[in-house]
């Protein structure tokens, strides 16, 4: 039977209710303010490492190949910052890009006929940085 001053059956009377909210809530907090310049950080090297691992496919078979070096040095990378949300952009500014990433067949614009077969140098690129990405925004996660 539940006691006046407790309302738990077999609670010993007197016994009151403990809580570590407050201590909770701060260690929350911050961990908070820790995780996004981690999260900064992790992006924008994983970022950069994408950008590389592009630009080394590109630079040869299975990928394009390199004739001035224009298109390689085109890839970029860039990090914002809005609020808690950080996103990164890896990409290039170059029109040959979608056609040497996935080949084209038929007329262009100009009329012109092509049987372009693909070379690609993003997707393999992306396929090997994703595990590692994953892996280090785990991290962060975790706490570790």
């Given at each position: 039977m539940?006691?006046?001053?407790?309302?738990h059956f077999g609670a010993r009377p007197g016994?009151?209710?403990?809580?570590?909210?407050a201590e909770v809530a701060a260690a929350l907090q911050g961990r908070?303010?820790?995780?996004l310049p981690e999260a900064v950080s992790v992006v924008r090297?994983?970022?950069?490492?994408?950008e590389t691992q592009i630009k080394a496919n590109a630079s040869g078979r299975p990928g394009p190949n390199v004739i001035t070096g224009d298109y390689r040095r085109s890839w970029t990378h860039e990090v914002h910052v809005?609020?808690?949300?950080?996103?990164g952009v890896v990409g290039t500014n170059k029109p040959q890009a979608r056609r040497l990433e996935y080949g084209f067949i038929g007329p262009d614009s100009l009329g012109r006929i092509y049987d372009q077969p693909p070379y690609p140098h993003v997707g393999p690129a992306v396929e090997t940085v994703r595990p590692l990405f994953v892996e280090a925004l785990?991290?962060?996660?975790?706490?570790?």
């Open positions: 539940p006691s006046p001053s407790s309302p016994a009151g209710a403990y809580s570590n909210a908070a303010e820790r995780v090297h994983y970022a950069m490492l994408l809005s609020g808690d949300v950080v996103t785990g991290q962060i996660a975790d706490g570790q």
